[in-house]
């Protein structure tokens, strides 16, 4: 990460003082501070507005084992193809696991399905999916 970066922090994370090593680092900031645009949007779609800021950042970090980061991903790669952004031609998105230390690039390749599918997701769920429709037929 460069120094003075602008980073979105997408949490359930009560104590904010946890952040506190980060925040030495970069410029951060959380949904909360922008619930002066947010209005009066029902608190129960937090997370969901989590998931679609986070899927927009040049990049993601998040948890290998989480459906919530998962979702951010297959956003991600939605985006990735519609944009064609570096690596859509083989699913490749610009998202990091911190957790398991195995894992961290695991987003960085091409993969298969493999067990546990609930676990992540998978190129797949992105890639291609419109190559056999007609022009007329893709929704842009």
Same mark, same amino acid.
């Given at each position: 990460m460069v120094?003075?970066?602008?980073v ?7 104590n ?8 030495k ?10 619930e002066?645009v947010?209005?009066?949007?029902n608190k129960n779609y937090?997370g969901?507005l ?5 899927? *927009?950042g040049?990049t993601?970090?998040?948890t !290998?084992? #989480?459906t919530?980061t998962?979702?951010?991903n +297959?956003i ?7 944009l064609k952004?570096?690596?859509?031609e083989i699913?490749?998105?610009n998202s990091f696991?911190?957790?398991?230390? *195995? ?5 960085n390749? !091409?993969? #298969?399905?493999?067990s546990?599918l609930?676990? +992540?997701?998978?190129p797949?769920?992105w890639?291609d999916?419109d190559?056999d ?5 893709i929704?842009?």
């Open positions: 120094e003075n970066s602008t979105f922090i997408a949490t359930d994370e009560r904010m003082t946890f952040f506190d090593p980060i925040r680092h970069a410029n951060i900031y959380f949904l909360h501070d922008f002066h947010i209005g009066d949007l937090y969901m989590d998931q679609l800021v986070a899927s *927009r040049r993601f970090i998040g !290998y084992y #989480s919530f998962g979702y951010i +297959r991600r790669g939605y985006h990735s193809q519609k952004l570096p690596g859509f699913g490749q998105i696991f911190y957790i398991p230390m *195995r894992q961290k690039h695991s987003m390749h !091409y993969n #298969s399905l493999t546990p609930w676990a +992540r997701e998978f797949v769920a890639r999916i190559h429709l007609e022009e007329g037929a929704i842009s």
